[in-house]
């Protein structure tokens, strides 16, 4: 008797939560280990963030031609090699013996994660109807927000109590596991419109965009000034310009632009991008205010922030429930209404401020959030064809990235236009509280900008994801479906 093959549901549902786990969680984790790296390798602090570049620019080389990579040769095989590139290169991490080695092997785990979450939330919007998505997304928000917010947690605990090395090594078993059970479950799927490699598309994409995320990592503490940066920054957005111009006279391009049309897809994307910037900045800034103002170690900063993500778990359970009645627009708009007051809040916290009231308004700004994440992973590939989703997947994780990289590098800008750090007599850095007064209120101000964004959703265009799931008739009342089918 040959055995029933497993629902291909809870087969992407599981390789896909493992892929985004591993990729969130390696967001965070790696800088709470910079200090340390500094001190192992003998590296000035101002260069050791390379390890953090070299995966940022690697990630932003590979993420355009994701899409056309899964199309073409199947989503399957290109996430179970993205899957065991980011597995390896993550043993390698771990094993480097020098600074030099390091920055290649994080090259390397940055093209393997281009490829996941692209890949990844393809397989997912083509397994899954729109009517299932709400209900998709109540378990899909855990690996999306645990990876960053438990990060700082998880680095601090291994670098403490064990060694830096194991921040990459946590994620071998996750990525064995993962790369075994798609292997022998996952099927595999091919798009028969792919077309043939569009060369020119990939060399602008896989050179702009790098260029734009190196200027945003490093224009910060560099200075937007410095030739370096400024060089990137011109040259990335005008090779991005020239991009979009090729992209939309090219019959087969690698990045289909022209999704972007489509107002329900374009409207989400803009919103989840802004929404990003204001969230990854806040991300950023809590825990620099904490350990560099207050004192505080990477640990009780991490469990400080934590919050958030809890206020994430608690909310998008209700969320979920309210989406069919409410629908994408108004939950989004009032959820960063409520993110944006509480990132203004912020503002009121001082040098000796309670630990409890940063957790409180982490704990509000998670609430607030949830009724972004979900709304925007139910309704922003509900008009999206299946044929097209692996392209439309690509430019999502585009513009979600450079929201996140907008976020952190104009709150680190804000902060820089403060002046130097000043010493207290403890010896703490201490930047002009004013400083991350206005980092604080720069956040709102994105939140409320994707709120107005938010406004613009049009929820009729989502109504398949607003569906409920239809009740099931008791099996001793097997007539009463034959007369309501009549």
């Not at 094993?95 to 393997?112: K, W």
């Not at 020119?200 to 050179?207: D, K, Q, R, V």
């Not at 008009?383 to 997947?393: D, K, V």
């Amino acid at each position: 008797m040959s055995r029933r093959p497993l629902d291909q549901k809870i087969v992407v549902a599981i390789v896909f939560v493992c892929g985004m786990l591993m990729s969130s969680i390696d967001s965070t984790v790696v800088n709470v280990a910079l200090a340390t790296l500094s001190r192992q390798f003998n590296v000035r602090p101002s260069a050791i963030d390379a390890v953090v570049v070299g995966y940022l620019v690697s990630l932003a080389v590979v993420i355009p031609a994701s899409g056309w990579l899964g199309d073409r040769f199947g989503t399957k095989r290109i996430y179970l090699l993205a899957l065991a590139l980011f597995t390896a290169a993550s043993a390698l991490c771990g094993l480097a013996g020098g600074f030099n080695q390091l920055v290649i092997f994080r090259v390397l785990q940055g093209a393997g994660g281009g490829m996941l979450t692209p890949v990844g939330t393809a397989m997912l919007y083509r397994t899954f109807p729109p009517k299932e998505r709400v209900q998709l997304s109540r378990i899909l928000i855990f690996p999306r927000i645990l990876g960053p917010a438990g990060g700082p947690v998880l680095g601090g605990l291994l670098v403490s109590q064990l060694s830096w090395r194991w921040i990459f090594y946590v994620n071998l078993p996750i990525g064995i596991i993962a790369f075994l059970f798609g292997l022998l479950f996952l099927h595999e799927h091919r798009e028969p419109t792919s077309g043939g490699f569009d060369l020119p598309g990939f060399l602008l994409a896989g050179t702009g965009f790098p260029l734009v995320m190196y200027a945003l990592s490093e224009g910060p503490s560099r200075g937007w000034v410095a030739p370096d940066i400024l060089i990137a920054a011109v040259g990335g957005f005008l090779l991005i310009a020239i991009f979009v111009a090729v992209e939309l006279r090219v019959r087969q391009p690698m990045v289909h632009l022209r999704l972007m049309s489509d107002r329900l897809f374009n409207t989400t994307n803009l919103v989840t991008m802004f929404s990003s910037a204001g969230f990854s900045g806040i991300l950023f800034l809590v825990p620099l205010f904490l350990q560099e103002a207050r004192g505080a170690s990477a640990l009780s900063s991490g469990l400080t922030t934590f919050p958030e993500a809890l206020g994430v778990l608690v909310s998008s359970q209700l969320v979920a429930r309210l989406y069919p009645t409410i629908g994408p627009r108004r939950l989004m708009a009032g959820g960063l209404v409520g993110v944006a007051t509480a990132m203004a809040l912020l503002c009121t916290i001082r040098i000796d401020s309670s630990p409890w009231l940063v957790r409180l308004l982490m704990f509000l700004i998670g609430i607030g959030m949830a009724y972004v994440f979900i709304p925007a992973q139910a309704a922003g590939f509900a008009t999206i064809s299946r044929a097209a989703t692996g392209q439309a997947s690509t430019l999502s994780n585009v513009q979600r990235q450079l929201g996140a990289a907008l976020g952190v590098a104009l709150l680190s800008s804000v902060l820089a236009a403060f002046g130097p750090i000043q010493r207290s007599v403890a010896g703490l850095a201490q930047p002009h509280v004013a400083a991350y007064r206005a980092g604080f209120l720069a956040a709102a101000a994105l939140a409320i900008i994707a709120a107005l964004i938010a406004l613009r959703v049009p929820d009729r265009d989502a109504a398949d994801t607003m569906r409920p799931r239809p009740a099931k008739v008791p099996a001793e009342m097997p007539g009463k479906a034959l007369v309501e089918g009549d």
